[in-house]
């Protein structure tokens, strides 16, 4: 069983893709079931985990309403205003359906580096624990020492570090980002996706720029937490999927069989509880 963990669907006449603009050029337009379907099975994926793009309920719906529709969606994560005075409630109520396996705030666009550790939000991660959800945490490197914080204020809260926290791979910023991410591996039990590494590399990047951070994550979490996932269509910016699911394989080759079909797909089905992948 192969899972991609991480992808997303858009539609531009949604309209609320604040991120989203021309400048983005190359998928600065709709993509949707029909334009994964074929990449998929050309490299034997069987089922994905569909991520939210938008902080908005509406998006969340959408994403519901795929999953319905499309079998191959085997778990969708959304979005929740976790800093309203109903979002225990609110959080309840998406939890009742079973499509729904996790929430994910933008932490990555909130300015406040310190947002996630607010005492407003302590209702909403204890109902993602309470409705037995994963919060997916969408971070970069300055996010990671107080996302340890979160997680041992929380340490019963599932949760997966999405892309690695985004490390600057085009810079070569190494040292920090390690300790930082090596410290949540050692002192938590979070996953952490093997993900939207090939956006933050330069333009003409190869498998060895890659290598090091790759290592780093594998030497951390081990083969037991890490997670595949595409990042599509962003990660189209720098890649096509077919170039991914290569680099990849590349990547984990020295790895036993077992390790390697772990990180494929036997770990997301653990973290996100796919029960309905047979």
């Not at 705030?105 to 406040?112: F, G, L, T, Y």
Request: hydrophobic fraction near 45%; proline fraction near 6%.
């Amino acid at each position: 069983m192969k899972i991609d963990a991480h992808q997303h669907f858009w539609s531009l006449s949604r309209k609320d893709y604040g991120w989203l603009t021309p400048a983005l050029g190359p998928i600065y337009r709709d993509f949707l079931p029909d334009d994964i379907a074929p990449l998929m099975q050309r490299a034997g994926i069987d089922g994905t985990v569909l991520v939210q793009a938008a902080p908005t309920d509406a998006e969340t719906a959408f994403m519901l309403s795929l999953a319905e529709q499309h079998a191959f969606i085997r778990g969708v994560v959304g979005w929740v205003d976790f800093e309203a005075p109903d979002a225990s409630d609110r959080i309840a109520a998406l939890a009742a359906n079973p499509a729904l396996v996790g929430l994910r705030p933008m932490i990555q666009d909130i300015a406040d580096t310190n947002w996630m550790l607010g005492e407003q939000l302590a209702p909403a991660f204890a109902a993602i624990t309470h409705n037995d959800l994963v919060l997916d945490a969408l971070t970069l490197p300055r996010h990671l020492p107080n996302l340890h914080r979160l997680l041992q204020r929380h340490p019963q809260m599932r949760v997966v570090v999405d892309h690695g926290s985004k490390p600057q791979i085009r810079d070569g910023a190494m040292d920090q980002w390690a300790s930082d991410i090596a410290a949540i591996a050692r002192d938590t039990d979070a996953f952490c996706k093997l993900s939207g590494l090939v956006t933050e590399a330069s333009e003409d990047w190869s498998v060895d720029d890659l290598r090091p951070y790759i290592d780093h994550l594998l030497d951390a979490f081990g083969p037991t937490r890490l997670i595949w996932g595409s990042d599509w269509p962003v990660c189209t910016l720098a890649s096509s999927y077919e170039r991914w699911v290569e680099t990849t394989e590349q990547l984990l080759a020295d790895l036993p069989a077992c390790d390697r079909a772990a990180i494929w797909g036997g770990n997301a089905l653990r973290a996100y509880k796919l029960g309905n992948c047979t």
